[in-house]
């Protein structure tokens, strides 16, 4: 790959403190097993808003997967339907949400609320015509992050003939995504009366932020720090999700995602409240390597890993992970 690419896939904001707390924050956490649970074969299904998926591990919405791969977005939704699982569209994909659709399901749409309220509209509409199944509005992302190696790189526009397909407008016009510090609370009851799908908020990391949003209505949280790209500085989100979690008090499912690399960072997360995870960089750097097969393959294998630690952890279902089964190392 072009390592100005790689820069961006791998890449966080600032000092990228963010970034590397996801994966250590994972380092400093382990697990208390139990012992003659009798769990036999495990059963990874869950249910997500009516939808039955294989495993609890779902696809992050990241951008540009066209600089990965030449099959690009709809190769991932290949992958992740292989694996029979979700796949979250990023508003930034560089092939349109119908292609991606026709590759793959089910299909999640990530979206950034835009200050044009009507193209906002639009971009729901079209995405829900497309067969997408939930709405992700990232809520983390008021301002772009400064991604240091991007700035270093002079990575500001994407390579000529590629651009983000689904911010195409009614004349064929390919609008800039921006980003809007005006958005507040309402915007969410706005996005309500524009869509039936159910709407989850992905950059949550405080709790009252957590009872805010299911006061507002809000059908599902992602506990999230975009990955370490846009506040650096942020806790890392497994040590966020016990007071989001504690704080929806399964009211909505509860998502997490940043650094998972392992399944058993799957477990930890599933025993410190998640409902399911979701996978960003393990998922780009599959889908460089080899496309939609080897997008399969990793999720499987960290399926396959999470199945396995469950049987040494005495667990038969995601439901039979509680947070006593995680320890802080001393
Ligand atoms: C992202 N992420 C992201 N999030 C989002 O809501 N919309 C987007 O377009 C993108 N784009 C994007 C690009 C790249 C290259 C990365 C690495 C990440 C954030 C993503 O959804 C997720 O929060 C993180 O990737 C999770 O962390 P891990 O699994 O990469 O450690």
């Known amino acids: 790959m072009n390592p100005v690419h ?50 609890p591990i779902l696809v992050a919405p990241t951008a540009f997967h066209l600089l990965a791969h030449p099959g690009g977005e709809a190769a991932t939704a290949q992958g992740a339907a292989a694996a029979g699982t979700v796949m979250v569209v990023s508003m930034a994909a560089t092939q349109p949400v119908e ?18 309220p009507g193209f906002t509209a639009s971009v729901v509409k079209r995405a829900e015509a497309a067969g997408c199944r939930a709405l992700v509005v990232t809520v983390d992302s008021p301002v772009f992050g400064r991604r240091e190696r991007d700035l270093r790189n002079g990575f500001t526009e ?14 064929g016009r390919v609008r800039d995504i921006a980003m809007d510090a005006t958005a507040g609370w309402d915007r969410i009851g706005w996005l309500r009366t524009v869509t039936g799908l159910p709407i989850l908020l992905k950059g949550v990391l405080h709790p009252a932020d957590a009872r805010l949003a299911v006061e507002h209505g809000v059908d599902g949280l992602i506990v999230s720090n975009h990955g370490g790209r846009q506040l650096d500085g942020a806790i890392a989100t497994i040590d966020a999700l016990p007071a989001v979690a504690e704080a929806v008090a399964k009211r909505i499912p509860v998502l997490v995602d940043g650094g998972i690399r392992r399944g058993t960072d799957v477990l930890i997360a599933l025993a410190r409240g998640a409902d399911a995870v979701l996978v960003g960089r393990p998922v780009l750097d599959a889908l460089a390597a080899g496309g939609a097969t080897a997008v399969r393959d990793r999720l499987r294998e960290l399926t396959a890993e999470l199945d396995h630690a469950m049987a040494l952890a005495g667990a038969r279902r995601p439901d039979d992970l509680t947070p006593d089964l995680v320890a802080v190392a001393g």
Not at 44 to 55: K, N, P
């Open 158 to 171: 994407l390579p000529a003939g590629l651009v983000c397909e689904n911010m195409r407008d009614d004349t």
């Open 99 to 116: 292609v991606i659709a026709r590759a793959g399901g089910p299909l999640w749409f990530q979206l950034y609320p835009q200050p044009d």
């Open 6 to 55: 790689a820069d961006f896939f791998a890449g966080g904001a600032g000092a990228e403190r963010t970034l590397r707390g996801n994966l250590a924050a994972f380092d400093r956490l382990r697990i208390v097993p139990r012992v003659l649970r009798a769990t036999g074969d495990r059963d990874l299904r869950t249910t997500l808003f009516g939808a039955g998926l294989a495993t």
